[in-house]
């Protein structure tokens, strides 16, 4: 089964950065390659849906954003490594959330904004916690 583990979450103030890590595993009882994903990030706030956030095409190096993270956020793949990172910027209190990396084989199942279940992917990682103070 593959499995995604989320890391680089913190406590970060208002206008600072941090950087996140998905590090995915376990691609050789799904059949599939981690070029064959579409990886990224969900976010949630407490009391509110969850929300696409970015998220990469591996095989082509294409990216996707949220309109409320453009700019701010970078998304990147280390496919030596199986790792997909997002890099923060510029980040608020609004950006407070648990951000969950996920993957589909099929990135037309993306949605990038708020949205309701279901979100359309084939695995999850169990969340890692970004707090922004102001």
């Known amino acids: 089964e593959v499995q995604l583990v989320e890391s680089g979450g913190g406590l970060v103030q208002a206008g600072g950065s941090l950087r996140l890590s998905c590090q995915a595993s376990?691609?050789?009882?799904?059949?599939?390659?981690?070029?064959?994903?579409?990886i990224g990030w969900w976010r949630q706030a407490p009391g509110k849906g969850r929300e696409g956030v970015s998220c990469?095409?591996?095989?082509?190096?294409?990216?996707y954003y949220a309109h409320s993270v453009k700019d701010r956020f970078t998304i990147s793949s280390d496919n030596a490594k199986n790792t997909v990172y997002l890099q923060m910027n510029r980040l608020s209190p609004d950006d407070t959330a648990v951000y969950y990396c996920?993957?589909?084989?099929?990135?037309?199942?993306?949605?990038?904004?708020?949205?309701?279940?279901?979100?359309?992917?084939?695995?999850w990682g169990k969340g890692t916690l970004v707090t922004v103070s102001s």
């Open positions: 990469i095409n591996i095989a082509d190096g294409d990216t």
């Open positions: 996920a993957a589909t084989t099929d990135v037309r199942q993306w949605t990038l904004g708020p949205t309701e279940e279901p979100y359309g992917m084939d695995h």
């Open positions: 376990g691609f050789t009882f799904d059949g599939f390659s981690f070029d064959d994903y579409a």
